[in-house]
């Protein structure tokens, strides 16, 4: 857990910030050890971490939670597509699932909590608080286009930023599907949206050809591409987030890049719009 949140904290996404040791949190820990040249047998002194914390549920918090329907055609007619539970709000905010939010708080009904009333949670270092997104996520000079990139590895399931030569993030990701492979090759940004609007269109989805039949879906966390949409210079291809971070290298997307929201907004502080995109 203190790794976890040790990595989570750098930029170095371990996955979800539940505890248990994955593939993800030792592919971070390589990741980050190679950024710092640090030996592979040399691990972070993370003793000093408080792996728990206690948190106030909030008005605003039960302020956010609606109601969404199930199929696309109905989803276009809502003014957002937004959480449906106080533990789905609360398990992104900190970086973990909802199964493990309800762990730490065995007998306790959290999606009946009330305001002020106090649960435990994951003591990470920045929560994802949608309330301040964008808004207080500052973004990169437009000049790290000239040194920055972005590398997306489907084999290791990691995207990494780097700047020069130094490596200054890594996030895992779904490379899309067997059926909708991620395009191999050399892109770049077309523009990085919060809260986009999403066209969902079966034909895109099931063959990959745009039809007249489609629906446009309201931002919001529970969107298909979550928070975040990063366009690259391939029409529909793009780097986002999703609704379903527990599934975040284990399920396919269609074509696209999928992250976590949380590091999907992290990644929306690194990047501008020009920024090369390397898919190998």
Same mark, same amino acid.
């Given at each position: 857990?203190?790794?976890?949140?040790?990595?989570?904290?750098?930029?170095?996404?371990?996955?979800?910030?539940?505890?248990?040791?994955?593939?993800?949190?030792?592919?971070?820990?390589?990741?980050?050890?190679?950024?710092?040249?640090?030996? #592979?047998?040399?691990?972070?002194?993370?003793?000093?971490?408080?792996?728990?914390?206690?948190?106030?549920?909030?008005?605003?918090?039960?302020?956010?939670?609606?109601?969404?329907?199930?199929?696309?055609?109905?989803?276009?007619?809502?003014?957002?597509? %937004?959480?449906?539970?106080? #533990?789905?709000?609360?398990?992104?905010?900190?970086?973990?699932?909802?199964?493990?939010?309800?762990?730490?708080?065995?007998?306790?009904?959290?999606?009946?909590?009330?305001?002020?009333?106090?649960?435990?949670?994951?003591?990470?270092?920045?929560?994802?608080?949608?309330?301040?997104? %964008? #808004?207080?996520?500052?973004?990169?000079?437009?000049?790290?286009?000239?040194?920055?990139?972005?590398?997306?590895?489907?084999?290791?399931?990691?995207?990494?930023?780097?700047?020069?030569?130094?490596?200054?993030?890594?996030?895992?990701?779904?490379?899309?599907?067997?059926?909708?492979?991620?395009?191999?090759?050399?892109?770049?940004?077309?523009?990085?949206?919060?809260?986009?609007?999403?066209?969902?269109?079966?034909?895109?989805?099931?063959?990959?050809?745009?039809?007249?039949?489609?629906?446009?879906?309201?931002?919001?966390?529970?969107?298909?591409?979550?928070?975040?949409?990063?366009?690259?210079?391939? %029409?529909?291809?793009?780097?986002?987030?999703? #609704?379903?971070?527990?599934?975040?290298?284990?399920?396919?997307?269609?074509?696209?890049?999928?992250?976590?929201?949380?590091?999907?907004?992290?990644?929306?502080?690194?990047?501008?719009?020009?920024?090369?995109?390397?898919?190998?």
């Amino acid at each position: 857990m203190q790794l976890q949140i040790f990595l989570d904290g750098r930029n170095f996404g371990p996955g979800v910030v539940d505890g248990h040791e994955g593939e993800f949190t030792r592919k971070a820990l390589a990741l980050y050890q190679q950024s710092q040249n640090m030996p #592979s047998n040399v691990v972070p002194d993370v003793s000093s971490i408080t792996p728990y914390t206690d948190y106030a549920v909030t008005a605003d918090d039960l302020g956010r939670l609606g109601t969404m329907a199930v199929e696309p055609v109905d989803q276009a007619q809502q003014k957002s597509l %937004p959480y449906t539970r106080l #533990s789905e709000l609360l398990a992104e905010r900190f970086h973990t699932t909802v199964a493990f939010v309800t762990e730490l708080n065995a007998g306790r009904s959290v999606d009946a909590l009330t305001a002020e009333e106090v649960i435990r949670v994951p003591n990470i270092q920045r929560p994802f608080r949608v309330v301040n997104y %964008p #808004s207080g996520y500052a973004r990169p000079p437009a000049s790290v286009v000239e040194t920055r990139r972005v590398l997306v590895d489907t084999r290791l399931r990691m995207l990494r930023v780097t700047d020069g030569s130094r490596l200054l993030a890594a996030f895992p990701l779904t490379p899309g599907s067997q059926e909708h492979p991620a395009p191999l090759g050399e892109w770049k940004i077309t523009g990085a949206v919060p809260w986009p609007w999403y066209r969902y269109d079966e034909g895109v989805l099931k063959r990959g050809v745009r039809t007249e039949t489609f629906y446009n879906l309201p931002p919001g966390p529970n969107s298909p591409v979550g928070v975040l949409w990063t366009g690259l210079n391939r %029409p529909g291809v793009g780097i986002h987030g999703t #609704s379903f971070p527990e599934t975040i290298g284990r399920a396919g997307s269609h074509g696209c890049i999928r992250l976590s929201n949380w590091d999907a907004a992290t990644f929306y502080t690194l990047v501008q719009k020009g920024m090369a995109v390397t898919i190998q």
